[in-house]
């Protein structure tokens, strides 16, 4: 089946793109300029949390940040690829303190009405994804300074998961890992295997040259972090959908693997804070934030 792509990929625009691993979480998260002005865009921030304490900081965030300030550039936009289960997003801090506009894929609200109920939230809890300032449909575009990002949906680990495709380099989220690491879970409420695998199909419809960067990295067999690889690179080597691999192969294949993992250890704190676009819970009369833990729901 051919695979069309709602835009035309321009590989002459060429960002310069800052990588920051964030090793408890094993993300990456990016900060994406423009080169022929200083407008830059953030994609999927951390916010630190020891769980076990309760406590919330912020000392990656504030690199990102510090880059930004240091460089002199202008942030136009904090994008989430997706509403990530296993860290929490620091785009709500990293906009109050340098602007920009936060966006998100349009199913959030699928994803929001899911957890929503997980977390018996009450009607204080908007689910129709107000809380961000941009809600993405596939083949839209925005702007960061002269270049055009265009968006492309890649739901099936989650169905608000996005692509963003600026110049010639693509912001996969969580979809394709490195050759070697294969593809993301597709077991959580939402997600979905053949789903996904179209979803890649289409990243793969992407240029051979496209650069492609990782949402996460786990160092498959000893090898040290990697975040960048090629379209041409995962054609060829992806352990999972390289070589041509076969829808069929590839659920089964995936449906096995999912059965066997564990929950991701901040799922419960990073779905309720990353379905309000990164903000915590409201206060109580007290003004004390608390985080809840369904027993026996997940
Ligand atoms: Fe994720």
Request: charge should be negative.
């Amino acid at each position: 089946m051919p695979v069309s792509l709602p835009f035309t990929p321009d590989l002459s625009v060429k960002p310069e793109v800052v990588a920051f691993f964030d090793e408890p979480t094993n993300t990456i998260s990016y900060i994406v300029r423009d080169p022929a002005s200083t407008s830059c865009a953030v994609v999927d921030s951390v916010m630190d949390i020891d769980y076990a304490a309760g406590r919330i900081t912020y000392d990656g965030a504030d690199r990102i940040i510090a880059h930004i300030r240091e460089k002199g550039w202008t942030l136009e936009w904090l994008i989430e690829t997706h509403v990530h289960a296993d860290h929490l997003s620091a785009a709500p801090y990293i906009q109050s303190k340098l602007g920009g506009k936060l966006g998100i894929g349009e199913n959030i609200v699928v994803v929001q009405d899911t957890f929503g109920k997980v977390f018996n939230e009450g009607t204080e809890f908007e689910r129709d994804g107000s809380q961000f300032d941009r809600l993405f449909r596939d083949g839209d575009s925005y702007a960061i300074g002269t270049m055009t990002a265009h968006v492309m949906h890649t739901p099936g680990h989650t169905p608000a998961c996005m692509t963003h495709v600026i110049g010639d380099a693509a912001f996969v989220g969580d979809t394709l890992f490195m050759p070697d690491g294969g593809t993301a879970r597709a077991d959580f409420p939402g997600g979905d295997a053949r789903t996904l695998y179209r979803s890649i199909q289409r990243i793969l419809a992407l240029p051979d040259e496209m650069r492609l960067f990782m949402c996460h990295d786990y160092g498959p067999n000893d090898r040290n972090i990697e975040w960048e690889t090629t379209v041409g690179e995962e054609k060829r080597n992806n352990i999972h959908v390289g070589h041509g691999a076969s829808e069929d192969e590839f659920v089964k294949m995936r449906e096995a693997r999912d059965a066997t993992l564990s929950m991701p250890r901040l799922i419960l704190p990073s779905l309720q804070v990353n379905m309000r676009a990164g903000r915590l819970p409201p206060a109580d009369k007290d003004g004390k934030v608390f985080l809840k833990v369904p027993v026996n729901t997940l």
